[in-house]
Structure formats: C-alpha cells, structure tokens
C-alpha cells in the first residue's frame, strides 16, 4: 500500500474542499482508511474513517455534520464543507492493517506524506 493525499489549498472561512487518498499499488480496497490531521504546533488528530465497504464511518465531534468521508474502488475522499480557520492543517490519509473503520491512530500502518488545507478567516 502506498498513498498519496491530495487535494490541499487556501480556502476562505466557510468554503469547501475535497481531498482525496489514492493507493499507487490499487490494494486498499480492503483496508479500513482514516484521515487525521496535524494543525500547526499540535499533535495529529483524528478526523474521520471509513470501512472497506464503505459503510461504516467514524468521524471526530469536531467535524460531525461538516465533514464526509467516502470512497470507491480507487479512491477515498474527503468532502469538506463550512470550513473553519481551526481547520487549517496537514490532512494526512492512512489505511489500517484491518477492514473495518476504526478511530485508533495506532492501528493504521500505512500513511500518505500529507495535503496541507489553509483556512483563512
């Protein structure tokens, strides 16, 4: 598994973005995958996590109702809506050794280098 996140930018406070996490080698399909974040100076976070089928997600409180994490055979994706300065961080994608969504960072073994989104007020 290798992945790449992608999608990052500079957004104005309320607008969207859409990150997306793809795996080079085409063999997360089975893996659970989880998005976190790093804002600058704090300890990565988690933010939302989806199973391999797509049906059961996970997200952080702070993002609930913003936030949709979704995927297909490709890819996972990151829908973001109503974004905030708070949101300003490296957003980085990760797949878990196992097929279910999970919130646990120490369970994922895989890690994409990281998109940076910039919220600016």
């Known amino acids: 598994v290798q992945l790449q996140a992608s999608g990052g930018g500079l957004v104005q406070s309320g607008g969207s973005l859409r990150l997306s996490c793809a795996d080079s080698?085409?063999?997360?399909?089975?893996?659970?995958v989880g998005w976190f974040r790093q804002p600058p100076g704090k300890e990565r976070e988690f933010v939302a996590a989806?199973?391999?089928?797509?049906?059961e997600t996970f997200y952080a409180d702070s993002v609930k109702g913003r936030f949709t994490i979704s995927r297909d055979n490709a890819k996972v994706y990151l829908q973001m809506n109503s974004l905030k300065p708070e949101d300003t961080a490296i957003y980085y994608c990760?797949?878990?050794?196992?097929?279910?969504?999970?919130?646990?960072?120490?369970?994922?073994?895989?890690w994409g280098q990281g998109t940076l989104v910039t919220v600016s007020s």
């Open positions: 080698r085409r063999t997360f399909s089975n893996n659970g």
């Open positions: 990760a797949a878990a050794l196992r097929p279910m969504a999970t919130t646990n960072r120490n369970e994922y073994r895989y």
């Open positions: 989806i199973g391999w089928r797509g049906g």
